[in-house]
């Protein structure tokens, strides 16, 4: 009896609080690769990879020192990860910092110095980068948690070669229960974050299978009453036609209305392809795609969702076709008979869903019947989070869980909201937690007793961070929803299909890992598209690691052949003076050492890649702010407002500011103005005829003195603005100055503006009009003919001005 209750042992460290961390081989292991070399830890969710991690850290803060950083991609988890640090690390809590958008730029700047260890989402980070106000170079371990999304243009990637770049002593360690869907796609997650190592563990590990439960998936059919597949039926009915119409078109291969996503997307790139050929086929085959779009997603909610879900669907469509500037496929929607008899049966059901039915049944069953505790549901829809939360509010004490961006008809949760909602649900304050994706990924959310898909999710990755929420420490159900002869019943062979491969491509990563890293070496070079300096493991000859000391005490079997592991077997690190080195990679100085100009760029410019990419050069410094007047400064004179050529049309006819008025204000605060015109068809934007366009280029350049710069693409924009600078700043011995407000309007800005809005006949014409007239006043009483003796101002214009001015306001 005594030895069963006996405390598990515990790993023990100089930086880690006694007692604290239990210790498990597998963690061990995993930790001793990762902390000699840049690695992939994949885990099962829930069996600690944030411990691995933590291990890491702490062995390179001793030994190395510097400081640790952390990314996640949500702010509670963010939150989640500095509170373990803090109460496993034997620092104190203030130098353990988070950051995400709530701090401050310069709060973070100030911050970062004094921080041992760094929380942060990586879009903060990415910021702070790009705008100069940290430096990685004594960044001594990086771990990317949820590495999966290093794709694409993430943030994690920007950082992941800033890092290897700019840190003396890199380390990275990348983590996933879920790296990717195939072997190719772990590659480019590999590739991006600079991984050398491939670490796999899976529940079927001896190390590893006594801390994990079962997670059998238990799919319920949900049969669907009649009047919600009239509704169904009535909007595939509408799709069915308006697939017809992109059939004759030569776009649509098939009418029928399940098309996948991936038909859909073919057709929207011929459609595309029509377009920038300047054919009117295009213009219309994209709107009525728009209308199959929408009708796609009403369908989608009546089916998989709820009644209630596709009734505000409805609602938000109808508001959107009231609104000035509506398109034609919003208002083509609502205004077609069988969408509106569609809507008047959804308005009149008043039914109980299938779905919200069994839902309450499970968690009678589950909080009831079983003595259960807790439940999560996740759902993907928001609108069906808060009608579902209000609905099981009536039977159960339960609370919603969404993201913190507000949408039409919704309010999103604060970071602080998110939290309290978390800590109550682990404190068994509430038992249901309804949530949208936000908490798949990572959340400490405790040990539930049933986890309840409302509809099943098409994607490996996040079925199984969703799964890894129950079945940790005790055996729970998840249960999927899914009605029949719908939407769903496809999802769930895909869902199958990949999680079985997931499964299978973890299993055989385990056997591939040589290969891949092979492979990495032959296409990163060691890290040489990172660095000038050759990459090398911190091994002799012999291939062992210099700092392997053997461990005689308990429960360490096995451990003394695993690099590293020793570190955290008795609390005692090697500390002998035998020239042995730790660090894992050596590189060259951060690269802001040369740094000879400075760019301020407008921080709403981070959408694009420019600030980014001027923020590698090793000749240029940039710094984020926000901008009054135009978006990147390059001198005390020239200031540069950059367009992309559907967003320079679009500023001539549409919005409140025009790029008149933006340009106005640059020329107003500096001498040499510049509008870069980024892209290509520059003259077949929308509807506007090319003379237009011209006049416009020639206002710019004459009215206002601004020089009118063309670009083909981002990357020659950033070599423009560079070229630019290094003119300035280098050739001319000028100092780069941020000034100048928008503020108020000129009398004549003010005047154009009046008249611009008439029928939205927008600048240039207005000051046709207030050049010919003199005031706004006699613009106002010219008649038709009268007004058409404006340069621009034809009868159709002039016609319209006056059905303006001169119809009766009827509200």
């Given amino acids: 009896m005594a030895a069963q209750d006996e405390e598990p042992p515990s790993i023990e460290h100089p930086l880690l609080e006694p007692d604290f961390l239990e210790r498990r081989l597998y963690q061990l292991k995993l930790a001793g690769t990762a902390a000699n070399d840049h690695t992939l830890v994949c885990l099962p969710t829930g069996l600690g990879k944030t411990t691995v991690s933590l291990l890491v850290t702490a062995r390179r803060l001793e030994e190395v020192g510097g400081k640790s950083v952390m990314l996640a991609p949500t702010k509670p988890l963010v939150q989640q990860h500095a509170e373990f640090y803090r109460d ?60 999966h999304r290093a794709t694409g243009d993430y943030a994690y990637n920007y950082i992941a070669e800033r890092y290897h770049a700019d840190a003396r002593t890199p380390l990275v360690t990348g983590m996933s229960a879920s790296p990717g869907g195939d072997e190719e796609a772990i590659l480019e997650v590999c590739e991006n974050l600079g991984i050398q190592e491939v670490e796999v563990m899976t529940e079927e590990d001896a190390d590893v299978s006594e801390f994990t439960h079962d997670t059998d998936v238990e799919w319920e059919r949900i049969e669907l009453p009649e009047e919600v597949l009239e509704i169904r039926d009535a909007l595939n009915e509408v799709i069915t036609d308006r697939l017809e119409t992109l059939k004759e078109l030569g776009i649509a291969d098939s009418t029928q209305p399940d098309q996948s996503q991936k038909d859909l997307n073919r057709m929207r790139a011929k459609l595309q392809e029509l377009i920038n050929n ?121 609370k919603r869980f969404v993201g913190q961006g507000d949408r039409e008809g919704s309010d999103g949760m604060t970071q602080t909201q998110q939290q309290e909602v978390l800590d109550d649900f682990r404190a068994g304050e509430f038992e249901v937690l309804v949530s949208t994706s936000v908490a798949e990924e990572g959340l400490d959310v405790p040990e539930v007793d049933l986890v309840l898909f409302y509809e099943p999710v098409p994607t490996a990755i996040r079925s199984i961070q969703r799964k890894g929420r129950t079945g940790r420490q005790s055996e729970g159900r998840v249960v999927v929803l899914m009605a029949e002869d719908t939407r769903d019943e496809a999802y769930f062979w895909i869902s199958r299909r990949r999680e079985k491969e997931m499964e299978s491509e973890l299993r055989d990563l385990k056997g591939v890992a040589d290969d891949i890293e ?105 710094r984020l702010e926000t901008l009054e007047v135009g978006d990147y400064i390059c001198s005390d004179r020239v200031v540069v407002e950059r367009k992309s050529v559907a967003d320079f049309v679009d500023s001539l ?110 600048p240039v014409t207005a000051r046709s009009l207030l050049e010919e007239f003199g005031t706004v006043e006699a613009v106002m009483i010219a008649s038709e003919e009268e007004l058409q003796a404006a340069d621009g101002v034809g009868n159709v214009t002039a016609e319209r001005i006056r059905e303006v001015i001169g119809s009766e306001y009827t509200g």
């Fill in 88 to 147: 496993a690390l034997q620092i104190p809590d203030e130098e353990v910092v988070v950051f995400t958008g709530d701090v401050s730029p310069e709060d973070r700047a100030a911050t970062w110095t004094e921080a041992t260890v760094v929380m942060a989402t990586p879009q903060v980070i990415e910021n702070d980068l790009v705008g100069s106000r940290i430096s990685l170079a004594d960044v001594t371990h990086i771990t990317f948690d949820e590495c």
């Fill in 653 to 762: 006819v549409d919005g409140d500011r025009s790029v008149f008025e933006q340009v106005g204000a640059m020329a107003r605060h500096y001498s040499r103005p510049i509008v870069v015109v980024e892209g290509d068809g520059l003259y077949e934007q929308r509807d506007v005829h090319p003379n237009a366009v011209r006049g416009a280029l020639s206002s710019l350049a004459v009215d206002f003195g601004a020089s009118v710069l063309r670009t083909t693409d981002e990357d020659e924009t950033t070599e423009l603005l560079a070229v630019i600078a290094g003119r300035e700043q280098e050739t001319s011995d000028r100092t780069v100055s941020v000034h100048g407000e928008k503020g108020a309007k000129t009398l004549a800005e003010q005047q154009e503006y009046v008249v611009s809005s008439i029928a939205e006949i927008g």
């Fill in 278 to 398: 300047d054919q009117s086929e295009g213009y219309e085959g994209m709107s009525i795609h728009a209308e199959v779009m929408k009708l796609r997603q009403a369908v989608t909610l009546v089916e998989t969702q709820s009644v209630e879900a596709v009734r505000r669907y409805f609602d938000r469509q109808r508001n959107q076709a009231r609104s000035s500037g509506a398109s034609k496929a919003s208002q083509r929607l609502v205004s077609d008979p069988r969408v509106r008899e569609a809507m008047r049966k959804a308005e009149d059901f008043d039914q109980l869903h299938p779905k919200y039915r069994k839902t309450r049944m499970l968690l009678a069953e589950t909080l009831g019947l079983e003595d259960g505790e807790r439940v999560i549901v996740f759902t993907e829809s928001r609108d069906t989070a808060e009608a579902l939360t209000d609905f099981l509010s009536d039977s159960f004490d339960a």
């Fill in 518 to 622: 092979e492979e990495l070496d032959d296409s990163q070079q060691a890290l040489t598209d990172f660095d000038d300096t050759e990459s090398g493991a911190n091994v002799n000859d012999d291939g062992d690691d210099p700092g392997a000391v053997g461990d005689s005490s308990t429960g360490t079997e096995g451990v003394e052949s695993q690099p590293g592991l020793q570190e955290f077997s008795d609390g005692e690190s090697d500390s002998s003076d035998d020239g042995a080195d730790t660090t894992a990679v050596e590189t060259h100085e951060p690269h802001a050492d040369g740094e000879t100009i400075e760019i301020v760029a407008d921080q709403r410019e981070m959408d694009a890649n420019i600030a980014r990419d001027l923020s590698k050069r090793d000749d240029c410094a940039v």
